[in-house]
């Protein structure tokens, strides 16, 4: 009996969750657990690539399950469990690593570019790739959905699954393909530039409603009078609006602009209640979720024991093709 397609992803547990987070990699998520057998992980191994403060990374996996439930994640459709629950990622990462050549992990974009950002230069961050790989082949995932800008970390994962089969045999493990979301527009932060934490320009998932709002309010604007028109070109308020609205409210929102007669203070205000109208079924969901303290945890230990057993399985294929079996 063949299976449905394996999707996998994983969330790096490295701070609250924001709007870019969402848009990027949870709705996303949510979807395809419709499409296919889906695997979702916490990535606290990779996390420890940057972090330091043990009990900021125990509250941020938490905060991380929270608020993914809360978004959507069904834990009956989809197996959702923490990476270093499943030691069995590490065994594979280090037969990985037997036969990844070192001259593949030095033109990894990524490694370069947290270095530059003062990230230390350990071997964890050089070798974050293979065990991303493993992360990836240890569930025989077919497809794995990632934006352009990851693009080469999938090209990595199957340059180094090639080179397993290569040396051991067809099929050691399996070969994933990369969804490319190419329709997946940039999320723009409270500064015009891309949403990110590294800029400080974020707009957080969940919070409380008054300071939520008011970080939109802080939204910079050029000194159009009300009365005058509005440029729409290069709107961080247009570009935010028309995540959260439906596309009549976006064309109303756009003829607002051009018209004139609306100050800033009123169209971020719109923004602002669209915002929190779009989150609101996610914010009750998520309060459900908070009173019962053991669900997250029983939901996280009961998806490691699915992924064990598929992890076991593959392990075992890959342990008898390199003879350690």
């Not at 987070?21 to 191994?45: C, H, K, S, T």
Request: net charge neutral; proline share 5%.
């Amino acid at each position: 009996m063949l299976r449905r397609m394996r999707i996998l992803t994983g969330l790096q547990p490295s701070g609250k969750l924001h709007v870019g987070n969402y848009f990027g990699a949870m709705e996303p998520a949510v979807r395809l657990q419709e499409v296919g057998e889906a695997f979702y992980f916490i990535a606290d191994y990779h996390a420890m690539t940057s972090m330091r403060d043990p009990a900021a990374l125990r509250d941020n996996v938490l905060e991380l399950a929270v608020d993914f439930l809360a978004c959507g994640l069904d834990p009956e459709r989809a197996v959702f469990f923490r990476q270093s629950a499943v030691p069995e990622v590490n065994e594979l990462a280090w037969i990985l690593s037997t036969v990844c050549p070192v001259s593949l992990l030095e033109k990894c974009h990524s490694y370069k570019d947290k270095v530059a950002k003062g990230i230390a230069a350990t071997h964890g961050l050089f070798a974050y790739p293979v065990l991303m790989a493993a992360d990836i082949l240890l569930y025989d995932s077919n497809q794995v959905p990632v934006g352009k800008d990851q693009k080469q970390h999938l090209e990595v994962t199957r340059d180094i699954a090639v080179k397993l089969n290569e040396a051991f045999g067809e099929g050691t493990v399996v070969l994933p393909d990369p969804i490319i979301r190419e329709d997946t527009a940039v999320v723009i932060g409270l500064d015009g530039q891309k949403m990110s934490k590294s800029y400080h320009n974020t707009l957080p998932i969940f919070g409380e409603e008054k300071p939520l709002k008011k970080l939109l309010m802080k939204i910079v604007t050029d000194s159009t009078p009300v009365e005058a028109p509005k440029p729409t070109a290069d709107s961080t308020i247009l570009a935010l609006f028309k995540l959260f609205a439906s596309p009549a409210d976006y064309a109303v929102m756009v003829a607002d602009h051009e018209r004139g007669g609306v100050g800033y203070g009123d169209l971020k205000k719109r923004l602002a209640e669209a915002y929190w109208d779009f989150f609101a079924s996610m914010r009750a969901r998520r309060a459900e979720i908070t009173a019962d303290p053991g669900y997250v945890e029983a939901v996280l230990t009961q998806g490691a024991a699915r992924a064990r057993e598929e992890a076991a399985k593959v392990l075992d294929r890959v342990r008898r093709a390199v003879g350690l079996r």
